[in-house]
């Protein structure tokens, strides 16, 4: 007596992978393969847009702070030398009454002087540095920009495999194929750059 029905299973699979295959099931496996590797690209390529733009905004705010501490610099440079014009101003009057200035005015006159342009150079240390980052971030930001368009590009291939998925166009996903890869070419100029 047999224990169950018999169910020929191997012709019943094979008849589910002829419809599969008459249903675009080479092609759908080809066009989701294509769309988890550009959705992984697009991951990688956002990360470091993303990484890109942070570190260039950390560097735009050390620019600020040494523009604004350089800023300082020269308002006490100035303070300085207005200080030195008092001094050398007070001399002048006691020379043009027929007086002899005390002799601090004129030591302390040059001591303005001589710190004036300590901090002169400390300024203009803080305008190099300044700089340096200013560059760093536009290059930082050049980057975040390659990064992006190569996001754009290998998103709009994913949505052209969605719709080649549906359609079952291959044209479609030969386009989304193209794309995906001027996508890829972007993000790999873009980390070489």
Do not use: C
Not at 42 to 64: C, G, H, I, P, T
Request: charged content about 25%; overall charge negative; hydrophobic content about 45%.
């Amino acid at each position: 007596m047999p224990e169950g029905p018999e169910v020929e299973t191997e012709s019943l699979q094979e008849k589910i992978h002829e419809g599969v295959e008459r249903e675009g099931g080479p092609l759908l496996r080809a066009i989701a393969l294509s769309t988890a590797l550009f959705a992984a690209l697009a991951a990688l390529a956002s990360m470091q847009a993303s990484d890109s733009a942070n570190r260039a905004l950390v560097l735009k705010a050390e620019a600020n702070r040494l523009q604004t501490e350089a800023a300082d610099q020269w308002a006490y440079y100035q303070a300085k030398g207005i200080k030195g014009a008092v001094q050398e101003a007070s001399r002048t009057a006691w020379l043009a009454a027929g007086k002899e200035p005390p002799p601090n005015f004129e030591a302390t006159s040059k001591r303005y002087q001589e710190e004036q342009k300590e901090i002169e150079k400390a300024a203009r240390e803080k305008e190099v540095e300044r700089d340096a980052r200013d560059r760093e971030a536009a290059h930082l930001f050049h980057r975040h920009h390659g990064f992006a368009g190569s996001v754009a590009l290998v998103q709009i291939a994913i949505a052209l495999g969605a719709v080649a998925a549906l359609t079952r166009m291959r044209l479609i996903w030969f386009a989304s194929l193209l794309l995906g890869l001027a996508g890829a070419a972007l993000l790999i100029r873009t980390f070489v750059a």
